[in-house]
């Protein structure tokens, strides 16, 4: 496996990567592909050196969309945001979640950001488990979704 810097021209490859992986996740996510293409141009315009890639034989087979210039109201600061993370469903329990989360944080680290923040819906056990994993700690709710922060070293 492979994690590289996304470039604009991967959208198209995104869009469909996003849609297999939010099945049956749906109310949590965009479904129509015009939806998600709106979203994934708004993910590269809030930082478009923040979007990385795994490949694995030159396919992609998930990303995380990270964000270094997100202020966050609750914490009333700055602080590195995973937007969205997302692995095809065949290529999920291979650590290629985790490496891509890794990849964001060292990316927040070099900006010089000590938190990384992230939503998560509430019925998303299987997520909410892996980040707690990897040292999220849930912060609070609103509505259907869980805020989970990780203070970066």
Same mark, same amino acid.
């Given at each position: ?26 109310? !949590?996510? !965009? ?58 469903? #065949? !290529? ?5 979640? /985790? ?6 944080? #060292? !990316?927040?680290?070099? /900006?010089?950001?000590?938190?990384? #923040? ?22 609070? /709710?609103?509505?259907?979704?869980? /805020? ?6």
């Amino acid at each position: 496996m492979t994690i590289r810097r996304a470039e604009e021209k991967d959208i198209k490859i995104l869009v469909d990567l996003y849609l297999l992986g939010y099945k049956g996740l749906e109310e !949590y996510s !965009y479904t129509h592909p015009d939806d998600v293409q709106a979203y994934l141009n708004w993910l590269f315009r809030r930082d478009v050196a923040g979007i990385w890639l795994a490949e694995e034989d030159s396919k992609v087979v998930g990303f995380v969309a990270s964000d270094g210039n997100w202020f966050s109201k609750r914490e009333g600061k700055v602080v590195g945001a995973i937007h969205e993370l997302v692995v095809l469903p #065949e !290529y999920r329990n291979r650590g290629i979640g /985790r490496a891509l989360v890794q990849k964001a944080l #060292e !990316y927040f680290k070099s /900006r010089g950001l000590d938190m990384a #923040e992230l939503w998560v819906g509430d019925e998303n056990k299987q997520a909410i488990d892996f980040y707690k994993n990897l040292g999220f700690e849930e912060r609070d /709710r609103f509505n259907y979704w869980v /805020r989970m922060t990780k203070a970066l070293e």
